[in-house]
Every structure is written in C-alpha cells, then in structure tokens.
C-alpha cells in the first residue's frame, strides 16, 4: 500500500505562483514513477505532468508546458508541482498518483494510488 498526501493548494491571482508537494509513505517511494494530475468541475481528469523512478525523465500537458515543472526529492518521500503563471483555466483538484513502475505515463488508468486532491483556484 502506498498512501499519498498532497499540500499547497489555494487561491492565488491570475499570475501568480503556488507549489504543490506531495508525501508518499508505505512501500518504497524512490523505485516508482509519480504524476500531477487535475480536475476541473464538469470535466474529466486530465494529466498535468510526471515524473520517473529517478526524476531524470519529466513530461507535461501542452497546456502546462513552460509554466509549471516537476520534482521529486527521494530522500524525503516527496514530489513536488512548481506553477508558475497561473491562469484560471488552471483552477481545478489536483491530484498526485504513483505509479508501481520506473517509468511514468500521461493517462490516469496507468497509476495505482492516488492522494486526496487539493484545490487550486486562481482568480482573473
């Protein structure tokens, strides 16, 4: 069992900057992938970035690109989601999920354990 805890969320104005960590405890955290996703009302949950086993492998949405970076510090069990320049459209759940791999993937069926969400909201 993997239990994941995520942090950092809030309101923040069209601009700003939030970061977002998530902790991992239970089976070892350092031998698998990690991902950021989000959920917006009325939509489905879509992939935000993610991160691999030893964070030398990163991937993000089109809509993310350039704006918000990935992490990871295995030594404290932790992933962390940088955004900057946040847009409304970026107002959503955002959820971390681990992946029982090396390797990450972009869509939400390829992870096993997913954290509760914390709530991103930016104000235009």
């Not at 996703?37 to 992939?47: S, W």
């Not at 970026?90 to 390829?110: E, I, K, M, S």
Request: charged share 20%.
């Amino acid at each position: 069992q993997v239990q994941l805890v995520e942090s950092g969320g809030g309101l923040v104005q069209a601009g700003g900057s939030l970061r977002l960590s998530c902790a991992a405890s239970g089976r070892t955290f350092s031998r698998y992938a990690m991902g950021w996703f989000r959920q917006a009302p009325g939509k489905e949950r879509e992939f935000v970035a993610a991160i691999s086993w030893s964070g030398y492998s990163t991937d993000y949405a089109d809509s993310v690109k350039g704006r918000f970076s990935i992490s990871r510090d295995n030594a404290k069990n932790t992933v962390y989601l940088q955004m900057n320049s946040l847009k409304p459209e970026d107002t959503a759940v955002y959820y971390c999920a681990t992946r029982l791999a090396l390797t990450a993937v972009t869509t939400h069926r390829g992870y096993d354990y997913w954290g509760q969400g914390t709530q991103v909201t930016v104000s235009s």
